[in-house]
């Protein structure tokens, strides 16, 4: 159902708007030099660099530093010169992951919302949320308001609990240090009790969220995994509960499989090939 709750007020922080200057000024700076590498200049100096930027020598020694710590800048020995690192080719496959797994799944999510007559998600993770890169709204009048490009936490979301299932004990352990607030009366917060919805999640493949996030609202996903056997995206169907009742998630569950499944075999994942655990 439409989400009416309103944003809680932000607290006014005591900032310092020199300090919050400079580091914006850094950054902007930080991402000009990135920017500053081309085709034919794949490698430049920091006088170079400097004078392009227009900014002292120092400050680009100090920032090539720290994008060089971070992987985001290589130096070549023999010059002393810097070029683009591999962190950057990391950053870009992760994008082009979503813009595959997107493109891929148009089609997919169209059908499924015409064979369900229910909101149709298709999320992937971004640190302790989801971002919804599709959200295709029923065609029914009683529907769920489109949520395409909005953010909910994992926790407590089907698609969430889908993603969270396919990370290591290491990531996992991180993942759970984030704050877990109480959505609705539904809402699980327990590390204990959440391991275990994320254990049943790998069991049985599809994950439920029962009003735990939004109250009036269920929804079924399944998780879409890449070709390397990672799970990269989870597919939803989302409802009211006047709609989609407890006695139907047996029949929401394997067609929400079987679009993942669709959507993964279009990424390269064989259902024969062993999952990425």
């Known amino acids: 159902m439409p989400d009416q709750t309103k944003a809680p007020a932000r607290k006014e922080l005591n900032r310092n708007p020199r300090r919050d200057s400079s580091r914006l000024s850094s950054v902007t700076t930080a991402i000009h030099l990135l920017k500053?590498?081309?085709?034919?200049?794949?490698?430049?100096?920091?006088?170079?660099?400097?004078?392009?930027?227009?900014?002292?020598?120092?400050?680009?020694h100090r920032l090539a530093g720290t994008l060089l710590e971070e992987g985001l800048l290589q130096q070549n020995p023999d010059n002393g010169r810097y070029r683009l690192g591999v962190g950057l080719f990391s950053l870009g496959s992760l994008v082009r992951a979503r813009l595959d797994v997107?493109?891929?799944?148009?089609?997919?999510?169209?059908?499924?919302?015409?064979?369900?007559?229910?909101?149709v998600r298709l999320a992937v993770l971004e640190r302790h949320s989801v971002v919804f890169l599709h959200d295709f709204e029923s065609p029914q009048?009683?529907?769920?308001?489109?949520?395409?490009?909005?953010?909910?936490?994992?926790?407590?979301t089907?698609?969430?609990?889908?993603?969270?299932?396919?990370?290591?004990?290491?990531?996992?352990?991180?993942?759970?240090?984030?704050?877990?607030?109480?959505?609705?009366?539904?809402?699980?917060?327990?590390?204990?009790?959440?391991?275990?919805r994320v254990r049943k999640t790998k069991r049985q493949g599809y994950a439920i969220e029962d009003e735990e996030c939004d109250e009036?609202?269920?929804?079924?996903?399944?998780?879409?995994?890449?070709?390397?056997?990672?799970?990269v995206a989870a597919v939803g169907i989302a409802g009211p509960r006047v709609r989609i009742r407890k006695s139907q998630f047996p029949k929401f569950a394997p067609i929400a499989?079987?679009?993942?499944?669709?959507i993964s075999e279009r990424l390269g994942y064989s259902r024969r090939q062993p999952i990425y655990v």
Do not use: H, M, W
């Not at 500053?36 to 680009?60: C, H, P, W």
């Not at 991180?174 to 204990?192: G, H, I, M, N, S």
């Not at 009036?216 to 799970?231: K, L, M, V, W």
């Open 36 to 60: 500053t590498f081309t085709e034919e200049d794949d490698e430049l100096g920091i006088s170079e660099l400097a004078k392009r930027l227009g900014v002292a020598k120092s400050t680009v």
């Open 102 to 119: 997107t493109s891929e799944s148009k089609v997919i999510l169209n059908d499924l919302r015409e064979k369900t007559q229910e909101n």
């Open 141 to 156: 009048n009683l529907r769920l308001r489109s949520g395409t490009g909005q953010l909910r936490p994992a926790f407590c």
């Open 158 to 196: 089907a698609e969430g609990l889908c993603l969270i299932s396919g990370l290591r004990e290491p990531q996992l352990a991180q993942f759970l240090t984030y704050e877990r607030p109480a959505r609705t009366e539904k809402t699980v917060t327990d590390e204990d009790e959440l391991r275990a």
């Open 216 to 231: 009036g609202t269920r929804c079924i996903a399944a998780p879409i995994y890449n070709g390397d056997g990672r799970i």
């Open 257 to 262: 499989i079987e679009a993942a499944q669709q």
